[in-house]
């Protein structure tokens, strides 16, 4: 299992590394302001209110980004589901990004873990760059939208119902291992969406495992370095964007071990952190 699961992330590793290059490649249509990658769960359980709430979250947050041209905010976008690919790469074409969401359609597993690690080609190797405001380093963020129902991204025809019996140590161990590594250079903010999003119970000393305390870094940009447990923490009523998770054990809540990692409502202004460096 272990080979199989080296060898599918290889794949993904090297495809973040083609998609890096591509958006290189399209640099002249970003604008000046911050990226935000967003990571969209497209998946067969999010039909319904999940992905209503998908993309009525997404539209007020573009709508948002249009009445303020003065921050030329720079979107890219991840779908996974039946696909997991770039739907958009950074632009500030709001329109033509909110149309792309307006025509999805859910279907498939939810390789969670696949997405996050083609997400390494909007977030390192020049692919996006960090926005400078006076004494404040404003990085590339990542803002997912989910229900938690995952699924082993090896596994091309895992079935999401069963998720909530099978997450083990070998399905999460990857997932934990690389949001904790991207999660110390760039800030993810999480928006649970789906009528019962799931927070399925998961052994603390499974997350706990998954987040050594000397980590590999992620890339080229800056080492990774220890510190933190990817647990599951689902955060509390009264928490923002930009508040600390505490931490629990469920599905969900996994990736709020990921330092400046949170889950919070969704507004019409959307998660804006200012990061004070990488």
Not at 38 to 52: K, P
């Amino acid at each position: 299992m272990e080979d199989v699961t080296s060898n599918v992330e290889v794949m993904w590793l090297d495809q973040a590394k083609y998609e890096a290059r591509k958006h290189i490649s399209l640099r002249y249509q970003k604008g000046s302001g911050t990226c935000v990658l967003f990571i969209l769960d497209t998946s067969e359980s999010m039909q319904g209110e999940g992905i209503a709430g998908l993309k009525r979250g997404m539209t007020d947050m573009l709508d948002e980004f249009s009445r303020h041209p003065e921050l030329d905010e720079n979107v890219a976008v991840i779908v996974f589901g039946r696909e997991t690919k770039f739907l958009h790469y950074y632009s500030n074409d709001y329109p033509a990004i909110k149309q792309n969401i307006e025509h999805l359609e859910c279907a498939g597993p939810s390789p969670l873990t696949a997405a996050f690690l083609l997400s390494l080609g909007g977030l390192f190797n020049g692919s996006a760059h960090t926005q400078i405001v006076g004494d404040f380093h404003l990085a590339p963020r990542i803002v997912l939208f989910t229900d938690g129902r995952l699924t082993d991204f090896t596994n091309d025809n895992a079935k999401e119902e069963d998720s909530e019996h099978f997450l083990n140590e070998s399905i999460l161990r990857p997932l934990f291992t690389i949001v904790h590594q991207i999660g110390k250079l760039r800030p993810i903010y999480c928006f649970p969406v789906g009528e019962n999003p799931n927070y399925a119970e998961v052994p603390p000393s499974t997350a706990a495992a998954a987040a050594p305390a000397t980590a590999a870094p992620v890339s080229p940009d800056g080492p990774g370095s220890g510190g933190g447990a990817a647990y599951f923490g689902r955060a509390p009523p009264a928490a923002t964007a930009a508040s600390a998770v505490e931490p629990g054990c469920c599905c969900l809540r996994s990736l709020a071990g990921a330092p400046r990692f949170a889950t919070a409502p969704v507004t019409a202004r959307g998660p804006s952190p200012v990061d004070p460096g990488e």
